[in-house]
Nanobody, 115 residues
Framework: QVQVVESGGGLVQPGGSLRLSCAAS????????MGWYRRAPGNERELVAR???????NYADSGKGRFTISRDNAKNTMYLQMNSLKPEDTAVYYC?????????WGQGTQVTVSS
């Protein structure tokens, strides 16, 4: 089992920034493919960004140019820096760890963008 815990969500005004963190357990964290997903009310869960073990990244079109995914393998932690936030970014954000044992999900952290 891999434990996955997100943090850093909250309420922010449009145009503001937030940084989400995701801590995952295990000594093989550096080998995990890590990703951020989100689910807005009434919508399906969608990919936000993903980072591979080698550091390659890909982003959904909605976050390109505004979001940056990164990882610190020494801390077993992945980050999502979100800038220029919009009301449509409001969602529960989930961290996913894809490991040799399978996929593991965190409980989610709420991000609300509102004035």
């Amino acid at each position: 089992q891999v434990q996955v815990v997100e943090s850093g969500g909250g309420l922010v005004q449009p145009g503001g920034s937030l940084r989400l963190s995701c801590a995952a357990s295990g000594s093989l964290f550096s080998s995990y493919i890590m990703g951020w997903y989100r689910r807005a009310p009434g919508n399906e869960r969608e990919l936000v960004a993903r980072i591979t073990s080698s550091g390659s990244t890909n982003y959904a079109d909605s976050g390109k140019g505004r979001f940056t995914i990164s990882r610190d393998n020494a801390k077993n932690t992945m980050y999502l820096q979100m800038n220029s936030l919009k009301p449509e970014d409001t969602a529960v954000y989930y961290c996913n760890s894809r490991t040799f044992l399978g996929d593991f999900w965190g409980q989610g952290t709420q991000v609300t963008v509102s004035s």
